[in-house]
């Protein structure tokens, strides 16, 4: 492309983006990156926790990437919309004809973002999202940023804030997968999904926080590999702050723990914290009582926070704990323990506070109070009881 064409070019992607805007933290700006393309990076210091913009989406769809493929087909080609999604880009290992059925598919594969809630909520309903300055951010394990969808009510626009500091030229980034999973599951997904390996610092050299396992110094643990390799044979513990060097023995005595198909086999070596415990608890939350689950969620909360203190400034506010410890106050509720339900309304309220700003805790702080009036109430109607 001759530099006239491509000025024209990103003259029109700029154009479609400043009309699909409805908050601009004017902090970004598109680069072109060799090995990965198009995208967005901090044009200014970037603090944690800045939104960087808001954005109304291309196309929504309840389901999944194939429901926005069948939506994107749906546009009138004359449409901002569509011009839009011809600004993206599909999968570089796909060798289809542009604006086939193909290559729609594989672009709304590698571009949507999920939103809906988990299945915990009692409205669940699945949307998949695609934006267009959404689409233009590269992934990491190790993300600078994370993504969020409004209510369909409020057209499921997409936002972006950072969870720690940026320098200019620092790539504003999201993870495209579940966090809460070992590099190696992470790097056979994104070359399965998206055709590419992640070389971000979680990838390479920060320790592998969702293995955790039980101190083999103190029982106690969480006790980690302080690197994602497979060749690394060093622990290190959060609860005695011991280092351990593994022989081949004792190491290979936790990896068959943490394949093996007898869970009982398992909790001897592997701490709750652990990726696959995490994944099992998750599996069987609608199985126990709403006690059982709020004390799982709490966990869940301190596992996250613990994941997210290796690479996010913002991990004990992050939303997703905030999110667990909200899913644990609605539990308590449902177990009648309204004092714990409270003070866990609050807790979350606190943490969407500082994470969004003034006003984001507004609706769970007044949770957090009727709840705490109605246990006020219950203990008044308990004593008034007790002394008749």
Not at 28 to 41: F, K, N, P, Q, S
Not at 251 to 271: F, K
Not at 317 to 334: F, G, K, S, T
Request: some cysteine; hydrophobic content about 40%; glycine content about 6%.
């Amino acid at each position: 492309m001759s530099a006239c064409a491509s000025r024209q070019s990103d003259a029109e992607l700029l154009g479609l983006i400043t009309t699909r805007l409805t908050y601009n933290g004017d902090c970004w700006r598109i680069e072109w990156r060799a090995g990965v393309g198009r995208c967005l990076v901090a044009s200014r210091p970037i603090t944690m926790s800045t939104l960087v913009f808001t954005e109304r989406p291309l196309v929504v769809a309840n389901g999944g990437s194939a429901a926005v493929a069948r939506g994107i087909q749906a546009l009138k080609h004359e449409s901002p919309e569509y011009k839009g999604v011809l600004q993206l880009q599909a999968r570089a290992d796909v060798d289809t004809e542009r604006e086939s059925e193909k290559w729609f598919a594989s672009l709304a594969a590698i571009n949507v973002h999920g939103a809906g809630g988990t299945f915990l909520d009692r409205n669940f309903e699945r949307r998949a999202v695609l934006g267009l300055l959404a689409s233009m951010m590269q992934h990491e394990c190790a993300p600078s940023a994370i993504t969020h969808i409004s209510s369909a009510a409020d057209g499921s626009r997409v936002s972006v804030r950072t969870i720690r500091p940026l320098k200019v030229g620092e790539p504003i980034s999201i993870s495209y997968l579940a966090s809460y999973q070992p590099a190696s599951v992470r790097q056979e997904l994104l070359q399965m999904q998206h055709g590419f390996t992640c070389v971000c610092p979680r990838c390479t050299t920060l320790p592998e926080l969702v293995r955790a396992f039980r101190c083999p110094n103190c029982a106690e643990g969480p006790c980690s590999p302080t690197s994602p390799l497979p060749s690394c044979h060093e622990l290190a513990c959060d609860h005695c702050e011991a280092r351990m060097l593994l022989d081949d023995e004792t190491l290979s005595c936790y990896e068959r723990a943490e394949h093996a198909e007898d869970v009982g086999a398992c909790m001897e070596y592997l701490h709750p914290y652990h990726h696959r415990m995490v994944k099992m608890y998750q599996n069987n939350l609608l199985k126990l009582s709403g006690a059982q689950r709020a004390q799982v969620l709490m966990q869940h909360a301190e596992a996250r926070a613990r994941m997210y203190a290796g690479f996010a400034h913002a991990h004990h506010i992050h939303p997703l704990v905030a999110n667990d410890i909200e899913a644990a106050a609605v539990a308590l509720l449902d177990a009648g323990e309204l004092v714990a339900a409270a003070e866990a309304f609050a807790d979350a309220a606190e943490r969407f506070g500082a994470f969004y700003g003034p006003g984001a805790d507004m609706l769970r702080c007044s949770k957090a109070k009727a709840v705490q009036s109605l246990a006020e109430y219950r203990a008044l109607l308990d004593e008034v009881h007790t002394q008749n």
